[in-house]
């Protein structure tokens, strides 16, 4: 079954410290993943998926399909990126995405 | 281009009233979702859509109905609220293509049910 795993409910960073969010995922075939955040009082949006390969934001995400993770990472944290986090695994087919349980960052000024 | 609109935004229940969500996207997308979002739960989905008239389960449909009547418009009804309704409901919408497209999120439905 697909799976997806955050460890951390919450996290609180230093501004200026690196940010790292986990993101561990089970599945049979090739995985396709995605973070998404939500910002106070906005939608939930794409961040970044890991077969882009971009930055955005700072944020750069990459897949490890031996250790099965997508980890999240910032080397320099801001206030701006204190937000509701959340990682995903696409479905084949009908698109469907099934998200992890969420990690909501606080940076620290 | 209003993307994805959620009517009403907040809204009180009492246990065993029944209500219908209203979600609307502009964007001509054929596939649209419903899901709710719970503390420590993230977002899990309840129904969803991959085109008009068609309409499947997803992992927590217990409690929920929905139609797909129109392309733009996917509803999703409680016939009789419980208290374990309660939560924020997200409707979502995406086109599908060969490589992925994102899905697109509404502003989202705040429900308590007493």
């Known amino acids: 079954a697909q799976r997806v795993t955050q460890p951390e409910k919450l996290l609180s960073v230093f501004k200026g410290a690196p940010v790292e969010l986990k993101c561990n995922y089970s599945?049979?075939?090739?995985?396709?993943l995605f973070w998404y955040v939500q910002y106070s009082r906005q939608r939930l949006q794409l961040l970044l998926r890991?077969?882009s390969r971009e930055s955005i934001k700072g944020f750069t995400a990459d897949l490890n399909k031996g250790e099965t993770s997508f980890h999240l990472k910032k080397p320099f944290a801001q206030e701006e990126d204190s937000a509701m986090y959340y990682c995903?695994?696409?479905?084949?087919?009908?698109?469907?995405?099934?998200f992890g349980t969420g990690t909501r960052l606080t940076i620290i000024p | 281009n209003a993307g994805v609109t959620q009517t009403p935004k907040f809204r009180v229940l009492k246990t065993g009233q029944s209500m219908t969500l209203l979600c609307a996207q502009d964007?001509?997308?054929?596939?649209m979702y419903w899901y709710r979002q719970d503390p420590g739960m993230g977002l899990r989905l309840i129904h969803y859509?991959?085109?008009?008239?068609?309409?499947a389960k997803g992992e927590v449909p217990d409690g929920y109905n929905v139609s797909r009547l129109k392309k733009q418009n996917f509803l999703l009804g409680l016939e009789s609220a419980a208290p374990s309704q309660t939560s924020v409901y997200f409707c979502?919408?995406?086109?599908?293509?060969?490589?992925?497209?994102?899905?697109?999120f509404g502003p989202g439905t705040r429900l308590t049910v007493l």
């Open positions: 979502a919408s995406t086109q599908p293509s060969g490589s992925y497209n994102e899905q697109f």
């Open positions: 599945y049979s075939g090739s995985p396709e």
């Open positions: 890991h077969i």
């Open positions: 995903a695994l696409r479905h084949f087919g009908n698109e469907k995405l099934t």
């Open positions: 964007m001509n997308h054929e596939y």
């Open positions: 859509s991959v085109g008009e008239g068609t309409t």
